[in-house]
């Protein structure tokens, strides 16, 4: 079995870039919401996505898509994946896009009490517990001091910072589900197949049944769509699947806290969106929550092979 690397210059690059794609995909959404819903853009880009993916995966991987050694699994982490975007696309409606990527990327922290509750191997460290904690304490500073804005505005961002919590939950939720199913063993192609294709048949009816399938094909309807569906939904996550085969996970995990940063730049910029002092206080102990969290796979033992 192919020893992962530690990270190289190549790497690094590659995850700069990455992170910066991942935190302009929220504002881009909002952005192009007066053209076309976040909810119905993110539903078109799962379903054509899925198509682009179900063509590149070999002939091997796609008969076993269909099999009930794995289908039962890929339909669980697919509805989870559907949720998810869900929430991503409603949060969008009532709060900031920079709020949105914040709230979502608290996932590694739930992912980890989750394979704590259910892995003997995952049983979280003191110095994770601490990074917890931390994190947990920066949500609360972000949800409770805040301005003293309108109060219908104040409830309105209240409620879609919730919302893109929950997000963040049931992304951990679909993270612990694939390490917990068969999927583990699955190819990352099969695994996003699932998550694509679920997206696309659960949000496609919804966006229709809530009044949000209307699309204005403009030109910046048409880019954020071309931009989510190749760059985005198919390129970007292919690439982090090979990252993850060649380089050590607990490497890769420490640049997540770069994608809200990303975010709430471009939020500031391209949006125009203003963030409040307590988020911005409470972004940075979600951050630091998180980034201690994935340090701990720096300091496992180090009788670790590591390919120079």
Not at 13 to 33: D, E, H, R, S
Not at 79 to 84: C, D, I, N, Q, S
Not at 114 to 136: D, N, R, T, Y
Not at 143 to 169: E, N
């Amino acid at each position: 079995m192919e020893q992962r690397k530690a990270l190289d210059a190549q790497a690094s690059l590659i995850m700069f870039v990455l992170c910066l794609l991942w935190g302009l995909q929220q504002v881009v959404l909002k952005l192009a919401a007066p053209d076309i819903s976040a909810l119905m853009q993110i539903a078109l880009r799962s379903a054509l996505s899925a198509l682009m993916v179900y063509l590149l995966i070999q002939a091997g991987v796609r008969r076993q898509l269909w099999s009930r050694s794995y289908l039962p699994a890929g339909l669980l982490v697919g509805v989870l994946f559907a949720l998810e975007f869900y929430l991503v696309a409603e949060a969008l409606r009532y709060t900031s896009a920079s709020h949105t990527i914040v709230l979502l990327y608290t996932a590694p922290i739930f992912v980890a009490l989750g394979l704590h509750w259910k892995l003997p191997s995952e049983h979280l460290s003191p110095l994770q517990w601490g990074g917890i904690l931390v994190a947990f304490s920066g949500i609360v500073v972000s949800f409770l001091f805040r301005s003293h804005t309108g109060q219908a505005m104040q409830a309105s961002m209240l409620w879609g910072d919730l919302l893109a919590l929950m997000a963040g939950i049931f992304w951990a939720a679909t993270t612990v589900s694939v390490r917990l199913t068969r999927l583990a063993e699955a190819p990352a192609t099969q695994t996003l197949f699932y998550q694509l294709l679920m997206g696309g048949m659960v949000l496609l009816p919804l966006a229709w049944m809530t009044g949000q399938a209307t699309v204005n094909w403009t030109t910046l309807s048409i880019s954020s769509l071309i931009f989510h569906t190749v760059v985005i939904s198919f390129a970007s996550y292919l690439i982090w699947f090979w990252m993850l085969k060649k380089y050590l996970a607990s490497r890769l995990g420490v640049f997540s806290f770069l994608t809200p940063v990303f975010g709430m730049i471009f939020g500031i910029v391209l949006l125009d969106e203003e963030i409040e002092m307590n988020f911005i206080i409470g972004t940075i102990m979600v951050m630091l929550g998180v980034v201690l969290v994935s340090l701990q796979g720096w300091l496992k033992p180090k009788n670790i092979k590591v390919v120079p």
